[in-house]
Nanobody, 118 residues
């Protein structure tokens, strides 16, 4: 079993900041990549940012320069620092991890709502 627990969502004014956290626990031996996806009402889910082990982080063009993804391997935790938030960033943000080894595959958190509104 693998569990992902997200925190940090909420309501923020345009131009504000939020920091999302996602802690993975359970039968984890090797996490290859950790990332964040988001889905706004009426839109498809999109990859926001992803960071592989020992690799370069990927960012969607819409968030480059504003969002920063980081991970704490000792804590199996991934963070998403979101600055200069815009109303179009409003969505449910879901944590994703890709495991290798005996538990190989994608695992998802249940999502946390981020609302950017004045």
């Amino acid at each position: 079993q693998v569990q992902l627990v997200e925190s940090g969502g909420g309501l923020v004014q345009p131009g504000g900041s939020l920091r999302l956290s996602c802690a993975a626990s359970g039968n984890i031996f090797s996490i290859y990549a950790m990332g964040w996806y988001r889905q706004a009402p009426g839109k498809q889910r999109e990859l926001v940012a992803r960071i592989p082990s020992g690799g370069t982080a990927y960012y969607a063009d819409s968030v480059k320069g504003r969002f920063t993804i980081s991970r704490d391997n000792a804590r199996n935790t991934v963070y998403l620092q979101m600055n200069s938030l815009k109303p179009e960033d409003t969505a449910v943000y879901c944590c994703n991890v890709y495991l290798v080894g005996s538990m190989i595959g994608d695992y998802w958190g249940q999502g946390t709502q981020v609302t950017v509104s004045s």
